[in-house]
C-alpha cells in the first residue's frame, strides 16, 4: 500500500469566511441591478466586506461603525455642499474654496466623533465626508449622490451582517459533554489552533456547546497555547489534578497531596540527591517553589517558564502547611529511573500516582511527577458531568482504545469537525440570526 506524500507546501482550505464575502459581493451586484444601476455598487461591496468578520459580535461592532461613519460623513457632507457652492459663486474661486472649507470641515467631523463617542468611526466618517466633499462636487446633482452614497453603504451593511449571519437550520444538543486532549489531539503539528478550529470552536461554544480540554499541563500551558478560545466551562489541567475556570481565574477543584504526605516525598526525594518543582495552589495563583541546581536543562526549564505573567516561580523550600497538587522532577534519564525504581520499592507508587516518561524537549532526559491518587482525567470528567448534569461524555484522544474518538497526532481540525456534528445536526428548528 502506498503512502501519501506530504505536500511540502501545504495550502489551507478555502474558508467560510471567504465564500460568504464571495456571496456578499454577489448580492451586491444583484441589487445593483434591481436598482437600475442608480447607485454604485463598490461602495456597497466594501461595506459588505468590512461587515463580513469571523464572529457575530464583530460583524454587529463593524456594522454600526460602518453605519455610524456613512451618516456623519454624509451630514457634514451635504453641510459642505449648502456652503461652497453660494461661496464659489460670490466670493472665491473652486479651489480656494475647497482648500478653505474642506478642512475646516475635517475639523467638525472628527470632533463629532468624539463629542458622539465613536472615535472608531472616525476613518469611515472622513472616507464618506471626502468622496462627496472633493470627488462629487461638480456633480450635475451632488445631493443626489449623497442620498445614493447612504443608501449604498446600507445596502452593503445589510448584505454582509445576513450573509454572515446565515446558518442552516439546526438543533443544538447541549447535552453532550466534550473533553478533548491538548496536544497531538487538538492542536496542530506547530502547537497551535488552525484558522479554522479557533473560528469555529469559538462559535459552537458561544452557542452553547459543553466543550473542555484534558491536559497535563498546567493552565499556564493552556492559556499560552489557546490564547483566543472562550472557554465557559472550567478546564481539567495537571492530568486531572485541577478544574481550573479561565474566565474567573480560579481553581474549582483540586486533588491534593496533603502537606504531611508531601513532607515525606520531600524527604525521600532529598535522600536520592534530587531536585523538584512542588506546584500549589495558593489563592488561586499557582506557585512553584523550587530549589537551585547545576544541571543546564533544570537551569534552562526555570528560566524559560518563569517568564510567563501565569506562572510564580519562588526558590524556597515548601512551606508549613501547604499542600501540594503535584511534584515534577526533571533530570537525566539513568537518574529519574533509578528513583522510579526506588519509589516503587518504597511503596510510594502504591500510594499515590507517579508518571515517569521521557522527555520530547531535552533529549537524554526524563519527567517524573507525582500526584494524589485520585488525581486523574477520568475522576475530574466524572465530577465535571455530575456538576453540569449532563449524561453523555464524548472524549477525544491519541492513544487507541482510550476515548471515545481516536485523532491521529495534527489532525485537531477532524475533532471541532465531530464536535460540530454531534452538537449542530442539521434539523428543521430555525436559529436566531442576529
Request: aromatic content about 12%; glycine content about 6%; hydrophobic content about 40%.
Amino acid at each position: 500500500m502506498k503512502q501519501r506524500r506530504e505536500h511540502p507546501f501545504p495550502l489551507p482550505p478555502i474558508g467560510l469566511r471567504i465564500i460568504k464575502s464571495a456571496a456578499a459581493v454577489f448580492f451586491c451586484y444583484c441589487i445593483d441591478l434591481l436598482r437600475a444601476d442608480r447607485g454604485i455598487v463598490f461602495y456597497s461591496q466594501l461595506a459588505a466586506l468590512w461587515c463580513m468578520q469571523d464572529y457575530m459580535p464583530q460583524t454587529r461592532k463593524n456594522a454600526s461603525q460602518r453605519f455610524t461613519g456613512t451618516c456623519i460623513g454624509a451630514v457634514f457632507g451635504l453641510v459642505t455642499l449648502l456652503i461652497r457652492q453660494p461661496l464659489e459663486k460670490t466670493l472665491w474661486e473652486e479651489g480656494v474654496t475647497g482648500a478653505v472649507v474642506v478642512p475646516c470641515m475635517i475639523v467638525l467631523v472628527l470632533y463629532t466623533t468624539v463629542l458622539l463617542d465613536q472615535k472608531q468611526a472616525s476613518y469611515f466618517s472622513c472616507v464618506v465626508y471626502l468622496s462627496i466633499a472633493v470627488n462629487h462636487m461638480t456633480d450635475a446633482d451632488p445631493y443626489l449622490f449623497v442620498w445614493n452614497r447612504f443608501l449604498d453603504t446600507v445596502i452593503g451593511i445589510a448584505v454582509g451582517v445576513a450573509v454572515n449571519s446565515f446558518r442552516l437550520p439546526r438543533v443544538q444538543d447541549r447535552g453532550i459533554l466534550f473533553v478533548t486532549g491538548l496536544d497531538d489531539t487538538l492542536l496542530n503539528s506547530e502547537h497551535s489552533l488552525s484558522p479554522y478550529s479557533r473560528v469555529e470552536l469559538n462559535r459552537i461554544i458561544e452557542d452553547g456547546a459543553q466543550v473542555t480540554v484534558a491536559t497535563m499541563q498546567t493552565p499556564a500551558s493552556i492559556m499560552e497555547s489557546m490564547p483566543d478560545i472562550r472557554f465557559r466551562l472550567p478546564v481539567i489541567a495537571m492530568d486531572g489534578a485541577a478544574l481550573y475556570d479561565i474566565r474567573e481565574k480560579r481553581y474549582v477543584y483540586s486533588y491534593v497531596i496533603s502537606y504531611e504526605c508531601a513532607s515525606d516525598v520531600i524527604g525521600f526525594l532529598r535522600a536520592q540527591g534530587m531536585h523538584w518543582f512542588a506546584n500549589v495552589i495558593v489563592d488561586d495563583l499557582l506557585v512553584i517553589y523550587y530549589q537551585d541546581s547545576e544541571d543546564r536543562v533544570y537551569r534552562e526549564l526555570v528560566r524559560k517558564l518563569r517568564r510567563s505573567p501565569y506562572r510564580n516561580y519562588v526558590r524556597r523550600e515548601l512551606p508549613e502547611g501547604e499542600d501540594v497538587v503535584y511534584f515534577m522532577l526533571l533530570d537525566k534519564k539513568e537518574r529519574i529511573a533509578d528513583v522510579y525504581r526506588a519509589m516503587e520499592r518504597a511503596g510510594y507508587t502504591g500510594r499515590l500516582k507517579v508518571l515517569f516518561y521521557d522527555s520530547q524537549d531535552h533529549p537524554g532526559y526524563a519527567y517524573l511527577k507525582i500526584y494524589n491518587h485520585n488525581a486523574t482525567k477520568e475522576n475530574m470528567i466524572d465530577h465535571l458531568r455530575e456538576s453540569l448534569s449532563v449524561e453523555r461524555v464524548v472524549t477525544f484522544g491519541s492513544i487507541e482504545g482510550r476515548y471515545t474518538y481516536t485523532i491521529a497526532p495534527g489532525s485537531g481540525d477532524q475533532v471541532v469537525r465531530i464536535i460540530k456534528r454531534l452538537y449542530e445536526p442539521v434539523g428543521w428548528r430555525l436559529r436566531r440570526f442576529w
